[in-house]
């Protein structure tokens, strides 16, 4: 499988368990899906000791998925727009100091 169908993939499968979570389980979103993803992992490793059609494909997905590649390609540039969203930019404002020293000392720190 190459990278765009494992984010397809990805993708419907968050999507089906967004819509499952709204229309049944009614959680907040990120607790709601994070819990079916759980669920449907412990399933999939379940069936995964049975052998069947199903946990042989998704063996070979795993198997072949560059999880460097996935992570610093694609997922991470959701979860840094998905946080950088949610920021209230008045009360960054008044927590700039901090902000601006912190985030100094760790490009310093990282750099070094």
Do not use: C
Request: aromatic letters at 8%; hydrophobic letters at 60%; zero cysteines.
């Amino acid at each position: 499988m190459n990278t765009q169908e494992i984010i397809a993939i990805t993708i419907v499968l968050a999507a089906i368990f967004a819509y499952i979570n709204h229309r049944f389980i009614k959680w907040p979103p990120t607790i709601g899906i994070m819990a079916l993803s759980l669920i449907s992992s412990i399933l999939l490793v379940t069936i995964g000791n049975s052998k069947s059609l199903l946990s042989e494909k998704a063996i070979s997905l795993a198997t072949s998925l560059d999880f460097q590649d996935v992570l610093m390609n694609f997922m991470l540039s959701f979860l840094l727009f998905a946080g950088a969203i949610h920021i209230d930019a008045s009360k960054l404002r008044a927590e700039r100091l901090p902000v601006l020293v912190l985030a100094t000392v760790g490009i310093l720190i990282s750099t070094l």
